[in-house]
């Protein structure tokens, strides 16, 4: 069965630090691959996808992911962490047309 | 503007009553869908719809029913069946169902059980 896997339910870095939120897939076949973002009592956002093509996706917000095949990884980075990131960040692959998703990581960002 | 709404935000339940979330979007979007979010835990898929007239159960379908008699409205009935009902409940919708279509999500709907 595919399955994803965040490591990390949080995750605390400093403001103007690098972000890294990690996702590792396991997916018999090429995915397609997504990382959402929510913020308290609201819905998902998304902030990039990969199909097909360039392994580096740029998203909003400055975020950023790279899919790694051999390593079956898509984690999320952004070079410099603000207060306004704070929140819960979801990776999620598609085999098919359902979404697999992770269980989550929350950021929190320090001052 | 484009967008999923559901309603209410905040719903309160009684034990043993079935309670009614709407979903409604204005995309234009084929596929639409249910999810329930608990903490520490990722999204789990109720039920979806391909199209009108139409819906499979998803992964946690037990004591949840819906309907799609209209193409922008997909609401989710959570019946006295399901046993653990508290929760924030996600309705979303893409365009259609290939492999790799986004999926919009409307705000949410926090039900409790009382």
């Known amino acids: 069965a595919q399955s994803v896997t965040q490591l990390g339910s949080h995750v605390s870095v400093s403001e103007g630090a690098l972000v890294l939120l990690r996702c590792n897939y396991s997916?018999?076949?090429?995915?397609?691959l997504f990382w959402y973002v929510q913020y308290p009592n609201q819905g998902l956002q998304l902030l990039l996808k990969?199909?097909?093509?360039a392994t580096l996706v740029k998203g909003i917000n400055g975020f950023e992911a790279e899919f790694k095949k051999s390593e079956t990884s898509f984690h999320l980075t952004k070079p410099s962490a603000h207060m306004s990131d704070a929140a819960e960040y979801f990776c999620?692959?598609?085999?098919?047309?359902?979404?697999?998703w992770g269980a989550g990581t929350k950021l929190i960002i320090k001052p | 503007d484009g967008g999923i709404t559901q309603s209410p935000k905040y719903l309160f339940r009684k034990e043993g009553q079935n309670v009614t979330l709407s979903c409604e979007q204005n995309?234009?979007?084929?596929?639409m869908y249910w999810y329930r979010q608990d903490p520490g835990q990722g999204l789990r898929l109720i039920y979806y719809?391909?199209?009108?007239?139409?819906?499979q159960k998803g992964d946690i379908a037990e004591g949840y029913s819906v309907s799609r008699e209209k193409k922008e409205s997909f609401p989710l009935t959570v019946t006295s069946a399901q046993k653990n009902p508290t929760a924030f409940y996600l309705c979303?919708?893409?365009?259609?169902?290939?492999?790799?279509?986004?999926?919009?999500f409307g705000p949410g709907t926090r039900l409790t059980v009382l």
């Open positions: 999620a692959v598609s085999p098919n047309y359902q979404l697999i």
């Open positions: 990969y199909t097909t093509g």
């Open positions: 997916s018999s076949v090429p995915p397609y």
């Open positions: 719809s391909q199209i009108v007239n139409d819906f």
């Open positions: 995309l234009n979007h084929d596929a």
């Open positions: 979303a919708s893409s365009l259609e169902t290939s492999p790799g279509d986004t999926q919009y």
